[in-house]
């Protein structure tokens, strides 16, 4: 699978399932930029690329601005010429709640980046794919989207929105060559997670069908699958990349 002269958008690049995401496509060939909020993790991202011979770039990217979504998609462009993928990962989890005594504040933020952000993002690559002979795409939505989880109202029905955003962007851009997926991750052992205390992580990877959670890299696997030729006639999927967690039943 080569991404070979393509260019790629990768959100929340920074990071976790964004970091390896950059990392993987830029190492099968394709041109990054890392887009985040975070600056010096960015930058550590596109120099880690270059150390290993890729091409990238780091631009700040709030994804909760329409304006940066938007300036993202033409500094890609005016870099290298243009633009053919896009990884939409960046997100944020919430406080844990309960429906009904969430902060105001709490829903605010998450639906900003994790939903409406999304939809800037789509919006920005969408009207450059227009212009072109298409592109792909591939939200990051969860598990958490799928069914409901205790404590994370808000960023499951942003992310429950994630999902319905791709279906809607698969079917309106079929004919315009633009292709839309999602991913839903289970639980992968990204850097908040790394950040737990042992004996929490051991209870969380004891709670996996597999005994164990997922790598970033295993996300950004399939994340890579989904915007390569190799899936060209995939659109509107909604990918579980869990080992098998949304088979069990609910605790
Ligand atoms: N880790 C998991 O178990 C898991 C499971 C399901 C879904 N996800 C989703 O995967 C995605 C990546 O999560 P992760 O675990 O790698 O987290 P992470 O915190 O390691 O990475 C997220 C990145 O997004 C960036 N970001 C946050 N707000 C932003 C904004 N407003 N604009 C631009 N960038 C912003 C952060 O700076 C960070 O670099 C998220 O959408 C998350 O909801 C994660």
């Given at each position: 699978?080569?991404?070979?002269?393509?260019?790629?958008?990768?959100?929340?690049?920074?990071?976790?399932?964004?970091?390896?995401?950059?990392?993987?496509?830029?190492?099968?060939?394709?041109?990054?930029?890392?887009?985040?909020?975070?600056?010096?993790?960015?930058?550590?991202?596109?120099?880690?690329?270059?150390?290993?011979?890729?091409?990238?770039?780091?631009?700040?990217?709030?994804?909760?601005?329409?304006?940066?979504?938007?300036?993202?998609?033409?500094?890609?462009?005016?870099?290298?010429?243009?633009?053919?993928?896009?990884?939409?990962?960046?997100?944020?989890?919430?406080?844990?709640?309960?429906?009904?005594d969430m902060a105001e504040s709490t829903w605010d933020l998450i639906m900003n980046i994790d939903l409406k952000g999304m939809w800037h993002c789509m919006a920005a690559e969408i009207e450059h794919f227009l212009s072109r002979d298409g592109?792909?795409?591939?939200?990051?939505?969860?598990?958490?989207?799928?069914?409901?989880?205790?404590?994370?109202?808000?960023?499951?029905?942003?992310?429950?929105?994630?999902?319905?955003?791709?279906?809607?962007?698969?079917?309106?851009?079929?004919?315009?060559?633009?292709?839309?997926?999602?991913?839903?991750?289970?639980?992968?052992?990204?850097p908040a997670v790394k950040a737990l205390p042992d004996n929490v992580r051991a209870l969380y990877a004891a709670g996996q069908p597999g005994g164990r959670m997922g790598e970033p890299l295993e996300i950004a696997q399939t994340i890579a699958?989904?915007?390569?030729?190799?899936?060209?006639?995939?659109?509107?999927?909604?990918?579980?990349?869990?080992?098998?967690?949304?088979?069990?039943?609910?605790?």
């Amino acid at each position: 699978m080569s991404f070979d002269g393509k260019v790629a958008i990768v959100t929340g690049g920074a990071s976790g399932i964004g970091e390896a995401t950059a990392k993987l496509l830029a190492e099968r060939g394709a041109r990054v930029l890392v887009a985040d909020v975070s600056d010096a993790a960015g930058a550590r991202v596109v120099s880690d690329i270059e150390s290993s011979g890729g091409s990238a770039r780091y631009l700040h990217v709030d994804v909760s601005s329409r304006d940066d979504a938007r300036k993202m998609v033409h500094h890609a462009i005016e870099t290298w010429g243009d633009l053919h993928l896009a990884a939409n990962v960046a997100g944020i989890g919430q406080t844990p709640s309960r429906l009904h005594d969430m902060a105001e504040s709490t829903w605010d933020l998450i639906m900003n980046i994790d939903l409406k952000g999304m939809w800037h993002c789509m919006a920005a690559e969408i009207e450059h794919f227009l212009s072109r002979d298409g592109g792909a795409i591939v939200n990051v939505a969860s598990g958490a989207g799928m069914r409901a989880t205790v404590g994370q109202p808000a960023y499951g029905i942003a992310k429950a929105g994630v999902i319905q955003m791709t279906r809607q962007g698969a079917l309106e851009y079929a004919k315009d060559g633009i292709r839309v997926n999602s991913v839903a991750p289970g639980l992968i052992d990204t850097p908040a997670v790394k950040a737990l205390p042992d004996n929490v992580r051991a209870l969380y990877a004891a709670g996996q069908p597999g005994g164990r959670m997922g790598e970033p890299l295993e996300i950004a696997q399939t994340i890579a699958w989904l915007l390569s030729d190799e899936a060209s006639f995939v659109s509107g999927l909604n990918h579980l990349t869990d080992g098998g967690w949304f088979q069990m039943s609910p605790a």
